[in-house]
């Protein structure tokens, strides 16, 4: 199943260094989610496009830049990062998020992000 | 508030043998919906399951089954002949819109499922 793609799949960088996540969804879904994934923390949202359209900034610090391009293509540009931004950082689709039925989120692979 | 609890920090079972991972939730809308994903080594989550709070027919696909309480707010996953394939993190999500959640994904802090041969 490779509904949801993530690259690169594992990133070391210093803090002075600036890297780009990709997504890409290939289900035709209209909604894309950043979340972090924390050692021994619950899943956290970073960030919501529902149609293009950023819909939610869970108070994300300014060193993580989100960019949606189109419905298929999401992604993350960090910059000056901390060593406690090491983590998983996963990608989500989903059909509409105003479909509040039926929307189920897919996810990627996620990508493994160490801050040096 | 919203909140889901997953009170098993991790499980460890032999092959065959069969186990429940436990989910309790809370929340104070009327229409829910509720999720299971599994995330393997390989760091996906994968879905599992979704379940609406209208519909509390339990379900069984395979060796899974989902157990719905809503008298006492519990969505528990069942695994029958456990397998080692098995071995993941299971996570238990809750969609509501009560309190300016907007109809963002809730997680519990999973359950860490280990199968032994």
């Known amino acids: 199943e490779t509904g949801v793609t993530q690259t690169p799949r594992h990133l070391v960088m210093g803090m002075t260094n600036k890297k780009s996540l990709k997504c890409e969804q290939h289900?035709?879904?209209?909604?894309m989610y950043w979340y972090k994934q924390s050692a021994k923390k619950p899943l956290e949202l970073m960030f919501v496009y529902n149609f293009k359209e950023q819909t939610e900034n869970n108070s994300v610090p300014s060193r993580f830049s989100p960019e949606c391009p189109n419905s298929s293509h999401l992604f993350l540009h960090l910059h000056t990062l901390q060593p406690e931004d090491s983590a998983l950082y996963l990608c989500?689709?989903?059909?509409?998020?105003?479909?509040?039925?039926?929307?189920?989120?897919?996810f990627g692979p996620g990508t493994r992000l160490t801050v040096l | 508030a919203q909140k889901v609890t997953q009170a098993q920090t991790e499980i460890s079972v032999v092959e065959k043998e069969d186990v429940t991972l436990d989910c309790v939730y809370e929340t104070r809308d009327t229409t829910y919906y509720l999720f299971w994903y599994k995330q393997p080594p390989s760091g996906e989550l994968v879905f599992l399951i979704r379940?609406?709070?209208?519909?509390?027919q339990n379900e069984i696909s395979g060796r899974y089954s989902w157990n719905f309480q809503k008298s006492t707010s519990s969505f528990n996953f069942t695994i029958t002949a456990s397998q080692v394939v098995d071995s993941a993190v299971y996570f238990c999500a809750l969609k509501g819109y009560y309190g300016g959640s907007q109809g963002n994904l809730i997680f519990g802090k999973g359950t860490k499922l280990s199968v032994k041969p």
């Open positions: 379940r609406n709070s209208f519909d509390e």
């Open positions: 289900l035709g879904h209209n909604a």
């Open positions: 989500a689709s989903s059909q509409d998020r105003r479909a509040t039925s039926t929307d189920t989120q897919y």
